[in-house]
């Protein structure tokens, strides 16, 4: 057999080996429209460490996924902001960490809550939604 022969038999089944584990593992990488979310978190909270990190994890699974994220405890001006964003959603906000995504307020975090943003992050790739900062305008 050739060496050329051999090149493209190695390169077909390692694209193929590299599709189904993506398949199998869950870590294909969507692309479509923006989505952004808004995260309200406080500096020292253990719940908005934990969705830092499910974040970090979303952002490079979805690269269309843009994170604006506030600190809210320590600066006044990012309170104010989650404040205003709350009544632009005409929710409470009672603690953090608080997230808008389309026309969604979630509060607090737990696996089912990442499957929650999750589920909401892919509804809009699929679908399109609104970026919660155009409610503030």
Same mark, same amino acid.
């Given at each position: 057999?050739?060496?050329? !022969?051999?090149?493209?038999?190695?390169?077909?089944?390692?694209?193929?080996?590299?599709?189904? =584990?993506?398949?199998?593992?869950?870590?294909?990488? =969507?692309?479509?429209?923006?989505?952004?979310? =808004?995260?309200?978190?406080?500096?020292?909270?253990?719940?908005?460490?934990?969705?830092?990190?499910?974040?970090?994890? !979303?952002?490079?699974?979805?690269?269309?996924?843009?994170?604006?994220?506030?600190?809210?405890?320590?600066?006044?001006?990012?309170?104010?902001? !989650?404040?205003?964003?709350?009544?632009?959603?005409?929710?409470?906000?009672?603690?953090?960490? +608080?997230?808008?995504?389309?026309?969604?307020?979630?509060?607090?975090?737990?696996?089912?809550?990442?499957?929650?943003?999750?589920?909401?992050?892919?509804?809009?790739? +699929?679908?399109?939604?609104?970026?919660?900062?155009?409610?503030?305008?």
């Amino acid at each position: 057999m050739k060496k050329g !022969m051999i090149f493209i038999i190695l390169a077909v089944v390692l694209v193929g080996a590299i599709l189904l =584990y993506n398949q199998f593992t869950g870590t294909t990488t =969507y692309e479509g429209s923006e989505v952004v979310l =808004y995260e309200f978190w406080g500096n020292g909270c253990p719940h908005c460490a934990r969705l830092n990190v499910f974040l970090e994890d !979303m952002k490079e699974k979805y690269p269309s996924l843009t994170v604006k994220d506030y600190e809210v405890w320590y600066n006044k001006v990012n309170n104010d902001k !989650m404040l205003e964003m709350a009544r632009a959603y005409n929710v409470n906000v009672e603690g953090v960490p +608080a997230v808008f995504i389309n026309d969604k307020f979630i509060s607090g975090f737990s696996t089912s809550i990442g499957e929650e943003i999750e589920q909401e992050i892919q509804k809009c790739l +699929a679908e399109g939604c609104v970026n919660p900062g155009d409610r503030l305008e």
